[in-house]
């Protein structure tokens, strides 16, 4: 993959196999073979390019190679692929700078890029956004967990 796709763009991959009965007692060999998993990308042009080499790898290229019949969905037609969370530049500009006016610069901080599915991903598409994220804790009250936990609490 890596000659095709640029792996540095490409977030997350996990696979898990799951088989069914072979097809004789004693066969070892699964009469069919489930993989499914999670894709993420940085750029939604990196995740189509992903999606577009999976398909050829596994249909044309393993379907040959092993002698069977090889399918990919993604179930475009069934559920909603989450673009990217993309922040825009001078949206992120705006708020860098109201962030620093209002805590201090030694209080923001910039984290590394991650793969998380938001639904700001849908509007940051048609409207320019940005994601930030808040942090609220105090640890006299217990306020120390972060919001997806069930523990989280605002002071």
Known sequence: ????VDTT??????LFQKSTAPTTKGD???REVILG???R??????????????KEVI???????????GEVDFFENESTIYPPTMSHERVYKHMRKVTIDLVSQDRFRVVPPMMGAEDLSFYSEDVPAAFF??????ELLG??????SPHFMIE
């Open 133 to 138: 994220y808040v942090r609220m804790r105090n």
């Open 59 to 69: 249909v044309e290229q393993a379907s040959s190679v092993f002698q069977c019949k």
């Open 1 to 4: 993959m890596e000659r095709h």
């Open 9 to 14: 763009l490409l977030v997350l991959l996990l």
């Open 28 to 30: 070892v060999i699964a």
């Open 37 to 39: 998993g999670t894709l």
């Open 41 to 54: 990308a940085f750029s939604n042009s990196s995740f189509h390019q992903l999606v577009q080499r999976l």
């Open 143 to 148: 306020s120390i967990h972060t919001g997806h």
